[in-house]
């Protein structure tokens, strides 16, 4: 559990040498508690306070990470909504596959998962797992399956059989990869931890009821075992639900360390909606990796769009990097257009650009992620601010058209930015960047 700012200040050296660079150890605490500063930044902090400190700064939610590279992080969670800082780690989407199914099904899904790629406010996603589940009786082509997604798609695997030795055979022909040993009980625990120790993998727990869980995953965190996701055993919906809530509590307020680990839900089933409203529950409520029963690129979309905004943080705007980008294909004389390096607003003027087939610059000074009126509001985006960050990056250098269009929002900037940038023609574009095909038309013919 979280401790005070005041138990914090019991365990330092209580002599406010100022060192740490706050005034009083217990201004130091108190940064300790709200997650502001390290214990590091103490010089003198004794060990005591290094082994307490340092347990309670581990997040209530153990942190899983797969892939070769480490780079698909699951878990480091310390909130139980959203508003109160923000989720961590995004919601692991999968497409599952057995061997069972045709061929020509089997190759043309690996390819739709290695291709699938989608934009999202200037940031690439696809699909972060392939699930492998043996269905037949042939080890074998389970174990050739798993090798073949791998090596097709090169992402890591959630590996599924009830067949321990299946299992182990999986696991090694794609050691390295940082994939998921899936379905693991107390029976085949012992046999099956030391496989994945040797491949690289993370286990998949999961038992009979929520307390057989607690019993098998505080056995194997006690043993040293510590890459571990649970599947929540439930019959419903509403139980998965039920018990993701539980145990997401338990590990925030009650410090119960074996119910802290991100979890991993199998979705099965053919209806599309009824896939849709369990996979938007997972990512809502605290799922770790879902796994769709196949592929489906409108299912893949919808729901990497809501994980987007469910994972954003809710304090920082999405922003694009400050600076002068072109738009299709600018040259000297070409008039420079300007808004705000909030990535919505960004994106939706740089796309009308586009569209009207204007070879422009569009200028984009920093708004610390505000849109239009609300960095004119904060001061943020007056003719001063423009003109220093263009002269900053030095644009008269790269453009010698000396038109600039602002947004008709802030019309009322155009006197203040014609005189901080003297020789410009300040053009006062339209409120709305649907009606800038229409301004280009009129103005640029």
Known sequence: MALSGLKIQKLLPRTNCKECGSNTCLAFAMKLAAKKAELAA????????????????????????????GGLKLGEETVLYRHERSFVSPTALAVDLDETLPEAQIEATLAAIRDYAIDRVGDVYGVDMVSITQRGSRPEQFVALAKRAWERCGKPLVLRSADPQALTR?????????????????????????????????????????????????????AGCQDLIMELPSLSLAERLQLA?????????????????????????????????????????????????RFDASLLAAM??????????????????????PIVEPGPDSPVFVTTNFSLTYFLVSGELENSGLSAWLLVPECEGMSVLTAW????????HIARFAKSIE???KVQG????????????????????????????????????????????
């Open 304 to 325: 990497l769009t809501l994980r987007l905004n469910i994972f954003t943080d809710p304090q920082k705007p999405i922003q694009v990097e400050p600076g002068l980008y």
């Open 42 to 69: 103490c010089p003198y902090a004794s060990d005591e306070a290094k082994r307490v400190l340092g347990a309670a700064a581990e997040p209530p939610v153990r942190g899983v990470k797969l892939g070769p590279d």
């Open 170 to 222: 999986a696991a090694l022909a794609v050691k390295g990869s940082g994939s998921l040993i899936a379905g693991v009980t107390d029976d085949n625990a012992d046999a099956l931890w030391p496989v994945a120790q040797q491949s690289g993998h993370a286990l998949g727990v999961t038992a009979a009821d929520l307390d057989g869980l607690v019993v098998l995953t505080r056995r194997l965190l006690e």
């Open 395 to 397: 644009i008269e250098d």
């Open 377 to 384: 509001a904060a001061g943020k985006f007056s003719g001063a």
């Open 245 to 293: 809530s539980i145990a997401r509590r338990a590990a925030l307020e009650g410090g119960v360390k074996p119910l802290g680990l991100p979890h991993i839900a199998f979705l099965e089933g053919d209806d599309l909606l009824d896939l849709a409203v369990t996979a938007t529950t997972e990512i809502c409520k605290y799922g770790g990796i879902v796994v769709l029963p």
């Open 402 to 445: 000396r038109t600039i269009v602002i947004p008709g929002l802030v019309a009322q900037i155009s006197g203040e930015l014609e005189e901080t940038m003297p020789g410009w023609q300040v053009l006062v574009g339209p409120q709305q960047a649907a009606d800038l095909e229409g301004f280009i038309k009129t103005r640029f013919g």
